[in-house]
């Protein structure tokens, strides 16, 4: 089961977030069928969004990242929501 945790203390001066995406990340390289390098850049592109969404203002905003690149990956997209929802796409 993946976790996102988030953290503020009381004079709201420190924040902290964590995550664990094994399962998100695993689910997103199974439905695309990729292994090895991809798999590593999908799993740590999907807890890079998350850890990123914890900063919108709502649940209803969203962070997308795109990565461009020119080797075996090509392209990768992420999107993810404030509310932890998050997907992954190999173009």
């Not at 932890?84 to 173009?91: D, E, F, I, K, S």
Request: with cysteine; hydrophobic share 45%; net charge positive.
């Amino acid at each position: 089961m993946d976790t996102l945790l988030r953290a503020i203390n009381t004079p709201e001066t420190i924040r902290v977030v964590a995550a664990t995406s094994t399962e998100t990340a695993r689910e997103a390289c199974r439905r695309q069928g990729i292994r090895g390098a991809q798999a590593m850049a999908i799993g740590r592109a999907v807890t890079a969004g998350a850890l990123l969404a914890t900063l919108a203002k709502s649940d209803k905003e969203r962070v997308r990242i795109q990565i461009q690149g020119h080797g075996p990956i090509g392209q990768l997209i992420i999107d993810a929501h404030g509310d932890g929802r998050v997907r992954a796409c190999l173009a």
